[in-house]
């Protein structure tokens, strides 16, 4: 039978309430009366009913996560640095994957914020309208990681998209590039795809290099996009000298692409992307990025929740972490 909170009382010799005091940690009860509730305890195995104790106190210690997608390798970094800091702070997660499917991602918010969570991070996606809505039914504090709203009302930690890509392609100006494609993000998501485009158009527009509309292929963000991106840039009359795709998985099918050709990275064609997945020191040759800081992501999201919740004071509830160009091997100089 399931041990109850009235088990202990009578096995301790204390009332529930006492009980109840040792399990919420209570500094009113005296120490030898803790420790008799604790021995009983331990002798019948009692676990306290979580649910129970969140109704009582208003809290559950439980902090809900959607994330777009569990199979991108960014998200599960990114997710590392919000456990991490959870469990420093003594809070639960409840990880919830969405698919990229935006109906997924409304019905996983509407669900979390039924379960009582204390605080919701939304991980990534693009933030609509109906998303809006759903999160203005909360009554707990919400952060964006890894994504943003367009007027900027809900916490969020992120990089800046745009500066990144403009010095992803700022690097192949560098080298001598003039001829520069792009394999873009969905143009459709502001945080991010979007504004990785606008900062490719903003480098080319700096260095004076005239904007090319069929010098671009939109793609999803995944590997296979970046493959078929790529075969198109290969059939053009006048090829492209470099390519930079919005995300390292739509480069590393680009270099697979050219490989499959014959051709070769950097020699035929440079390749420069932004995230720094761990397949981009695998690849070969390996992968110059614009490396987001992932975990750290992840962390300063959650910590920044734990400050909503405990309500405490926040300097800046939007905070952009830098980024960091990684030269490797996939971008050569050429002739200008």
């Known amino acids: 039978m399931t041990v109850t909170i009235y088990d202990v009382a009578r096995e301790a010799g204390v009332s529930m309430a006492t009980v109840s005091r040792v399990v919420n940690n209570n500094p009113n009860v005296k120490p030898q009366t803790r420790k008799k509730v604790f021995e009983a305890i331990e002798r019948l195995g009692y676990r306290p009913n979580a649910v129970a104790r969140g109704l009582a106190s208003k809290k559950t210690t439980t902090v809900g996560v959607v994330i777009p997608d ?3 390798s960014i998200f599960a970094e990114i997710a590392r640095g919000i456990e991490d800091i959870a469990n420093m702070y003594h809070y639960n997660i409840i990880l919830c994957n969405a698919d990229k499917r935006k ?6 918010i509407n669900t979390l ?11 990534g996606g693009t933030v609509t309208e109906e998303h809006i809505q759903a999160f203005q039914t909360s009554a707990v504090p919400i952060v964006l990681c890894a994504t943003r709203d367009e007027k900027g009302t809900y916490p969020s930690v992120d990089i800046d998209h745009e500066n990144a890509a403009f010095d992803a392609v700022n690097t192949l100006i560098r080298h001598g590039h003039r001829e520069i494609a792009m394999i873009s993000g969905t143009l459709q998501d502001p945080a991010n795809g979007y504004a990785r485009f606008h900062g490719y158009k903003k480098a080319l ?9 069929d010098l671009v292929r939109i793609g999803n963000y995944r590997y296979e996009s970046g493959v078929e991106a790529m075969k198109y840039f290969l059939g053009l009359k006048k090829k492209p000298t470099a390519i930079f795709a919005a ?8 270099i697979h692409s050219i490989q499959d050709e014959g051709l070769k990275v950097p020699d035929d064609f440079s390749i420069i992307s932004v995230d720094n997945i761990r397949m981009a020191s695998m690849v070969r040759p390996l992968l110059t990025t614009v490396a987001q800081p992932m975990y750290d992501l992840g962390a300063v999201a959650m910590r920044l929740l734990t400050k909503l919740m405990k309500k405490e004071t926040v300097e800046n509830p939007r ?3 830098p980024h960091e160009t990684i030269l490797r091997l996939s971008v050569n100089h050429v002739n200008k």
């Open 70 to 72: 569990i199979s991108n």
């Open 103 to 108: 109906e997924k991602e409304i019905r996983v």
């Open 113 to 123: 914020l039924e379960k009582q969570v204390d605080g919701l991070l939304f991980m």
């Open 205 to 213: 527009e700096a260095a004076g290099i005239e904007y090319q509309e």
């Open 247 to 254: 995300t390292d998985e739509m480069a590393i099918g680009a």
């Open 319 to 321: 905070v952009i972490l």
